[in-house]
């Protein structure tokens, strides 16, 4: 079970990130905008049954609750920590779920493979690191062209400087891969 080593402010007002210190998940992020998408796991779905969630993120050692700007955070803390604690440790998931998540972009020429895999690595090392820290991260939904489409998770998903200058900062940094890369987020 894990347990809670930190809460972070993150840069958005409405969220917290909870540093933990057992993984939740094998590098395998769960991110829901709304109960309905969090059916299927019991941690999300306990979580938005608290008034006032929005937004649950979670991926390894940490999790990010996003509320309305509604709650007292101090009332509002005290409810995430039961079912935080009450859920399985990675350690105890199949590693099955692991290699099923990690079916990502399909469809994709060995040449657009190649430039996504490129971008990727990029992310990973150079942006998504920040996104972290702040109870955050970006997912790509697809590469079409000259296009490339992610979302915001966590606290990033609901942060205004998000979609304006973290957005512009991405682009700028893999148009030194790609000159005409254009970043869209969905």
């Known amino acids: 079970m894990p347990k809670i080593a930190d809460i972070e402010d993150t840069p958005n007002p409405n969220a917290k990130k909870f540093v933990l210190r057992e993984p939740l998940t094998w590098g395998i992020a769960h991110s829901y905008e709304n109960a309905e998408q969090a059916q299927g796991d019991a941690l999300a779905r306990a979580l938005f049954a608290i008034p006032h969630v929005t937004n649950v993120f979670y991926v390894d050692r940490w999790l990010t609750v996003t509320q309305d700007g509604q709650a007292d955070w101090e009332i509002l803390l005290r409810q995430i920590a039961p079912p935080l604690r009450g859920t399985p440790a990675a350690s ?95």
């Open 92 to 186: 105890e998931q199949s590693a099955a779920a692991v290699f099923e998540a990690r079916a990502s972009v399909a469809d994709l020429s060995a040449e657009d493979r190649q430039r996504l895999d490129d971008i990727e690595l990029v992310l990973d090392q150079e942006i998504r690191p920040y996104l972290q820290s702040d109870g955050g991260d970006l997912h790509v939904l697809g590469l079409t062209g000259n296009q490339l489409i992610v979302h915001y998770q966590g606290a990033c998903g609901t942060c205004p400087s998000s979609i304006s200058g973290t957005l512009q900062g991405i682009e700028n940094r893999l148009r030194t891969l790609e000159p005409d890369i254009e970043v869209i987020a969905a």
